[in-house]
């Protein structure tokens, strides 16, 4: 571990900006933490710091409450974080609007990372960088070349990195539908097909004064600068009728500034299923091309909403992705929310509340190997079920200093697939994929789409690689 650390140290002394300008050298990198995490006792409760005091946030927490404390909060909304506060930990602990505040404690070691997705890829970097375990929401990434950037400092850092897909962790559901298929009671799979649902419509949504509690520019944080938009709608009583419609909190889903919309909030959670699926029949090689169409609520030019009042993600779509042995991955938004799994011996259907097909079926004469759904669990302790278990499954890690059962790079190759199906959706046209070099083919347009401009003094400070 001594050598890990003195690595790390080393690895640190340099910096370069992955965005536009540079901005001044934060504190991680010209005085690096003590990074390794204590050894603890089994029972011990551990402190974490939560950025991101949303609907997830505070799921998320009180899924863990058994193993964790929430001692920091950070949100850039006043009012979210007090409620939090209040509802986490009593009032009691620290909070912050600027989350580097969290990173700069030693007595934290734990980060849970559960703000809206353009604010995923900087922090979880930097928290990686300042010797912190992270568990990250879905999805890491705005970009294809996010991931990379995450990829490098996980693997140069060594943290232990859980993503959100806690689907993974459903075990009678999603991982034994895995293990179904690592056993071979499909056969070998020829499609996978993935529902996952079309985004919503909005109309108009009016700009308004941005709230007093809320710090509209840090929540805008790498984005384009714009300006906030909201309307509520009551009812003949003045009671709030639905939800709000806004370009923040919740929403920001439906906006391709701050989000893939379904095609990575749901794309996340079902494509990862289906890419699990294939890898666990034995599948090596990456996709080669993804083709198909889509509609969007407004007007695109170069890949860009013409529009900037309204909900812009696509709210119909059907892409087929293509593998070198021509076995084919569907994402649509028209049939039932799951996953669809064929094969040449059999065929079966899953999503978060069923787990059908013969194949099921035959288990109840020939039942799955006693630990077969501990194999593709990859043989880590399955306690609990579901959320609970996916961050009982981070603790464990945490604890053991080993990969967690949603890794940076399975989430990775299942992003870049979500990531290509939105490009070609902006664009209106099919892309052929090199999944070595990670690069779409012979189409500088879509290439440029791989990569995002962050605004001034929100770019990512990248430290200079030791490994490539
Ligand atoms: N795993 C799942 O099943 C699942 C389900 C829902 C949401 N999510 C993910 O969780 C994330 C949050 O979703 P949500 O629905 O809770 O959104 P939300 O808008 O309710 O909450 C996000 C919070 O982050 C805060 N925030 C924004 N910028 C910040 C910054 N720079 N520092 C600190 N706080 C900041 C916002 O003010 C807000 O309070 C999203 O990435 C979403 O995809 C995952």
Known sequence: MQQQNDNRRGFLKKTVVAGTAAATVPYYFSSPKTLASETRS???????????????????????????DVVAIADVDKGRLESTNKSLSGGKADTYTDYQK?????????????????????PLIEAMLAGKDVYCEKPLTLTIDEGKLIRKVQKETGRIVQVGTQQRSQFRLFTKAIALVAEGRLGKITKVSVAIGGAPQSPEIPVVDVPENLDWDR??????????????????????????????????????????????DWGAHHVDIANWALKANGQTEGPISIGGSAEHPVE????????????NTATKFKFSVKYPNGTEMVIRNDTSNGVLIEGDKGRIFVNRGKLTGKPVEDLKTNPLPKDAIKKVYKGLPMEHDGRRAHWANFIHCHREQVEPISDVHSHMQ???????????????????????????????????????????????????????
Not at 300 to 311: A, E, H, S
Not at 423 to 442: C, F, H, T, Y
Request: proline share 4%.
């Open 219 to 264: 929540w805008l944080g790498p984005a384009p600068a714009v300006d906030y938009r909201f309307h509520q709608a009551k009812d003949e009583d003045g009671k709030n009728k639905g939800r709000a419609i806004t370009n923040c909190h919740f929403q920001f889903r439906w906006w391709y500034e701050y989000s893939g919309g379904k095609l990575t």
């Open 300 to 311: 695109f030019k170069d890949g860009f909403p013409v529009q900037k009042n309204q909900y």
């Open 42 to 68: 089994k029972n011990d409760r551990i402190p974490i710091g939560l950025i991101g005091a949303g609907g997830m946030g505070i799921g998320n927490m009180r899924s863990a409450k058994q193993w964790l």
């Open 414 to 468: 299942m992003l870049n697939i979500c990531h290509l199906a939105g490009i070609s959706a902006r664009l209106g046209r099919d892309l052929k994929w090199d999944d070595e070099n990670e690069q779409i083919v012979g189409d500088d347009q879509a290439n440029s789409f791989l990569k995002r401009d962050y605004r001034k003094g929100y770019e990512i400070q990248m430290p200079e690689l030791a490994k490539s």
């Open 102 to 122: 969290i990173l700069e404690r030693d007595d934290i070691k734990l980060i849970h990372i559960a703000t809206p997705d353009h604010w995923h890829t900087k």
